[in-house]
């Protein structure tokens, strides 16, 4: 019964908590009068694909986003189901039952130390898709979320489960929405503004270079999910958020959510805007990923000591075997 307890009750309080931290927490972008963050442009693009428009004819005032493929909308969809002023927190609410659903099916207690990182929270604040595609790494039912946010489905695609399942499914996705509106590849990459994008990729940030030494773990799949974070271009602090699965162990943990923290608290960057701080790069490349680069060479060379010695026990029966050739 207490597993039970812990598989779906505990899930569903942080899913029920987080619903509410979302519906009084500030969010960028509004849309009719609602604070809906990151979700808006999409839901703004659905709209406009119902009126019979283009879903990437949309613009905020004073600069032009980069847009998502029509696949992310698609996804979206069913929150036009419910009044505006709902879509944020049960977006949140959704995504964080998802994330503490996967660690208590698939992941370790203390997984749910997620829930305290700068990432995490900055997913609630600016309403993001990474903790729903985190819990994709866990529980692989929901691989096929890959496709919503093209440089996080790189991470999954490297880190993730799949099986022939998961990716019919994926492929399912994406022919619903060509068979919706075929053209969308050929706007999304026209149209889409992708070059305003304002991220960062890792590796191309000083010290970040550093990173590429993850190749060395490559074999693992913590040290793939790495590379991929090390390598797509992303922004501080919400797309950071499935890094902190290269922990092995509750202290691993405790130092990627310690020492995560400073660079939010050092620099106090302004979220809200939207700017990309090259000084602040540089402390979470510094203070996350080469922590979490430090983690999985530390645990891939555990491994490799943990399979010699059980591979020179001695073994008299092998040892006879021997000594008769």
Do not use: C
Request: proline share 8%; hydrophobic share 55%.
């Amino acid at each position: 019964m207490l597993r039970g307890v812990y598989r779906f009750l505990v899930p569903l309080l942080i899913g029920v908590l987080a619903a509410l931290a979302a519906a009084v927490m500030p969010h960028p972008v509004r849309l009719g009068g609602v604070e809906v963050g990151d979700i808006g442009l999409p839901l703004a693009g659905i709209a406009q694909f119902e009126g019979g428009g283009s879903p990437y004819d949309i613009r905020l005032r004073g600069h032009t986003p980069a847009l998502y493929p029509f696949t992310t909308m698609l996804a979206l969809w069913p929150l036009k189901l419910v009044p505006l002023r709902f879509a944020v927190p049960l977006f949140v609410g959704l995504s964080s039952f998802a994330l503490a659903f996967a660690v208590a099916r698939n992941g370790k207690p203390w997984q749910l130390l997620l829930f305290l990182t700068p990432s995490y929270w900055s997913a609630v604040q600016s309403v993001q898709w990474s903790p729903l595609l985190t819990a994709a790494i866990l529980l692989p039912p929901l691989l096929p979320l890959a496709v919503v946010k093209p440089q996080l489905g790189v991470v999954l695609a490297a880190s993730g489960q799949w099986s022939r399942k998961t990716l019919l499914a994926t492929l399912a996705l994406v022919a619903a929405s060509l068979l919706v509106w075929p053209a969308w590849p050929m706007e999304w990459l026209r149209h889409g503004n992708l070059r305003t994008f304002n991220g960062f990729s890792p590796v191309a940030v000083l010290p970040g270079i550093v990173l590429l030494f993850g190749a060395l773990a490559w074999r693992t799949r913590e040290g793939r999910l790495l590379l991929a974070m090390s390598a797509v271009v992303q922004r501080y602090f919400y797309d950071q958020l499935p890094l902190y699965l290269v922990a092995k162990t509750w202290r691993q943990m405790l130092l990627l959510l310690a020492s995560s923290w400073v660079p939010v608290l050092l620099f106090r960057p302004d979220t809200m805007s939207g700017v990309q701080q090259v000084e602040v790069w540089r402390g979470v490349i510094v203070l996350l990923y080469l922590p979490a680069l430090g983690i999985v060479l530390f645990n891939r060379r555990a491994d490799q000591i943990d399979s010699r010695n059980s591979t020179s026990l001695p073994n008299p029966s092998g040892q006879r075997e021997a000594m008769t050739r």
